[in-house]
């Protein structure tokens, strides 16, 4: 269907490309590079920018989900591809699409070794999590045995890779529980390893820690916020170039008497005169209510203009009071100099919730190559 809206998210290749070269320029030659396009790419497009990082030279892709992996194989990627919460409810179109697993606890890995025995599978490639401290997905060190048992004699599988993942990679002040993580699953992977044929490659970092603990980068680290032009942090936010910028137009310029009130429940009143300008895009799309009410600003011909009274479901008003604007003019929401991470922290959130949540109904438009 044709999308007429003007409101869209422009996706700048370059950038992509940049943030690539960049978070590569701080690997050993051979470190692996995994470019995590979970979430259509954290918000932006999962097909083009995973042919992106294909053509770029990425050596692996993940995504979260069996659908998203299945989205990818129909858009014609080729890469392998790991999909770090694969469900068993999934497994026989994931092994059908060439998807290989994350394979986290007992029950998954029994499931998945009877599904690729039915389909007649060998060598097919597994990657298994261990817990390392973050407490989500992941084996504990205690049934290293019992996995390895179950994997003995099994050649429907191959253990490609072992990998954990860090709970605080981004805050320094976590160092010490970061640099325990990185041991504990050091030693978890020679555990795992010891007597087996093929050494699992290793990896365990994600874009902070890459920033961060470039001496744990094994043999491929996981990066996705970094590629997208984010780095939880200023001083690397400088060195990346943002991906995606959400843009859209002015629909409508009202000017406001004293007393008057904007927008449901009357959220907002208006103490003097003042100009306010409507939006053609709201909580529906992805700017949720907890950016209302003076907290976050989109920026109009140069200047900040606060989102002002309550987000509605397809519009949000912004003060224009003082801005040089007509009706029509552009309006950058968040992006390329007016960084999602400021925007996120107005409302106490982060820029991978504000970049994930643009919904699909916002257009896709691109630039650069
Ligand atoms: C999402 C995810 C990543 C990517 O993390 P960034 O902070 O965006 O680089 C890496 N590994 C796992 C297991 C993930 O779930």
């Known amino acids: 269907?044709?999308?007429?809206?003007?409101?869209?998210?422009?996706?700048?290749?370059?950038?992509?490309?940049?943030?690539?070269?960049?978070?590569?320029?701080?690997?050993?030659?051979?470190?692996?590079?995994?470019?995590?396009?979970?979430?259509?790419?954290?918000?932006?497009?999962?097909?083009?920018?995973?042919?992106?990082?294909?053509?770029?030279?990425?050596?692996?892709?993940?995504?979260?989900?069996?659908?998203?992996?299945?989205?990818?194989?129909?858009?014609?990627?080729?890469?392998?591809?790991?999909?770090?919460?694969?469900?068993?409810?999934?497994?026989?179109?994931?092994?059908?699409?060439?998807?290989?697993?994350?394979?986290?606890?007992?029950?998954?890995?029994?499931?998945?070794?009877?599904?690729?025995?039915?389909?007649?599978?060998?060598?097919?490639?597994?990657?298994?999590?261990?817990?390392?401290?973050?407490?989500?997905?992941?084996?504990?060190?205690?049934?290293?045995?019992?996995?390895?048992?179950?994997?003995?004699?099994?050649?429907?599988?191959?253990?490609?890779?072992?990998?954990?993942?860090?709970?605080?990679?981004?805050?320094?002040?976590?160092?010490?529980?970061?640099?325990?993580?990185?041991?504990l699953f050091q030693s978890q992977a020679n555990l795992f390893s010891e007597n087996l044929e093929s050494r699992p490659f290793r990896h365990i970092l994600n874009t902070s820690g890459i920033l961060n603990y470039p001496e744990a980068q094994l043999d491929m680290v996981r990066s996705g916020i970094g590629l997208y032009g984010y780095g939880n942090e200023d001083r690397f936010d400088s060195d990346l170039k943002v991906v995606a910028s959400l843009k859209t137009i002015i629909s409508q310029i009202h000017s406001l008497q004293p007393n008057e009130t904007v927008g449901y429940n009357r959220a907002f009143t208006s103490a003097q005169s003042r100009r306010i300008a409507t939006l053609p895009l709201g909580h529906a799309d992805g700017i949720g209510r907890q950016y209302g009410n003076g907290k976050a600003s989109v920026i109009i011909n140069g200047s900040k203009a606060p989102i002002i009274g309550n987000v509605c479901m397809d519009m949000i008003m912004v003060d224009i009071t003082g801005i040089d604007c007509d009706e029509g003019d552009e309006v950058l929401i968040f992006g390329k100099g007016h960084s999602a991470e400021d925007f996120a922290k107005t409302a106490d959130t982060i820029s991978y919730e504000l970049l994930c949540g643009i919904s699909q109904r916002i257009k896709r438009t691109f630039v650069g190559d």
């Open 1 to 183: 269907m044709p999308n007429f809206s003007e409101t869209h998210l422009e996706i700048d290749l370059n950038a992509l490309e940049h943030n690539y070269r960049y978070l590569r320029s701080k690997l050993k030659r051979g470190t692996k590079f995994l470019g995590v396009v979970k979430a259509f790419a954290y918000g932006s497009d999962c097909i083009v920018i995973a042919k992106k990082l294909e053509q770029l030279g990425a050596d692996y892709l993940a995504v979260a989900y069996i659908s998203e992996g299945i989205s990818l194989r129909k858009g014609g990627i080729r890469l392998p591809i790991l999909v770090l919460h694969a469900q068993p409810q999934g497994y026989p179109l994931m092994i059908k699409h060439c998807l290989e697993p994350n394979i986290y606890s007992l029950r998954v890995l029994q499931k998945f070794l009877e599904e690729a025995k039915k389909l007649k599978q060998s060598n097919y490639p597994i990657h298994i999590k261990f817990n390392s401290g973050l407490n989500r997905l992941g084996f504990g060190t205690d049934v290293i045995s019992k996995i390895k048992t179950l994997l003995k004699d099994r050649s429907e599988v191959n253990v490609k890779s072992v990998f954990s993942h860090l709970a605080a990679s981004e805050d320094v002040s976590e160092d010490k529980f970061t640099l325990s993580q990185i041991k």
